[in-house]
């Protein structure tokens, strides 16, 4: 009953802060969903983490939670100045394992960035692939700010790739367009992604 309550309350904070609401069927879906997923700690954990996201956002960084699964999360890391992602916005996942936080989250990255393959789980010390190296202490926010420096290093392991800055400028110039293809990318990102349209507009793109 607790894990339900605690479900139910997530729902409502998502169709708060979402940029779309959520049927009435969905809700109960969602609720259904994350009631038999994950634990009471992760819920707990998760839903006071979204808040402070929320509450506290990175100008770098923007991510939420699946509506009908709250152990999956999905991101934009926004390419910083002066690097040869600049301008792009790089979607990426985070899947929380159910007794997160005692657990490390796999991580991989969807848009192509020319640092890291795409829909591959990247190997890093606060990822699934080092669950001896995981403290439970570090949250949502620790572990994107984490892969934002990482992408930013050359450093090669498990799901990184290699090349040049010229081709990392393109693709970032190419992220948008790509992003605005991923129906999941423009529901949990509506207002990046009408910003995204607006300005490929106004410069004569597609």
Known sequence: REVAALATSFGVRARLLSPRSPSSQTHRTATREISTMASRAALNRLQKEYARIVKEPS?????HPRESNILEWHFVIKGPKD??????????????????????PSIMMLTPSGRFRTNMRICMSM????????VPAWSVASI??????????????VGSM??????????????????????????????????????????GED
């Not at 100008?59 to 991510?63: M, R, S, T």
């Not at 990822?127 to 995981?134: G, K, L, N, R, V």
């Not at 423009?186 to 507009?201: G, I, K, N, P, T």
Request: glycine share 4%; net charge negative; aromatic share 12%.
């Open 59 to 63: 100008p770098d960084i923007e991510a």
């Open 83 to 104: 690097t040869p992602y600049h301008g792009g916005h790089y979607h990426g996942k985070l899947v929380f394992p159910p007794d997160y936080p005692y657990k490390p």
């Open 127 to 134: 990822s699934d692939f080092h669950p001896e190296t995981w």
């Open 144 to 157: 994107l700010n984490g892969v934002l420096s990482f992408m930013l290093e050359e450093t090669t392991t």
């Open 162 to 203: 290699e090349a040049s800055a010229d081709e990392r400028k393109r693709l970032a110039k190419r992220s948008h367009a790509f992003n605005r293809k991923t129906p999941l990318f423009c529901e949990l990102f509506a207002d990046l992604v009408a910003e995204q349209a607006a300005a490929a507009a106004a410069a």
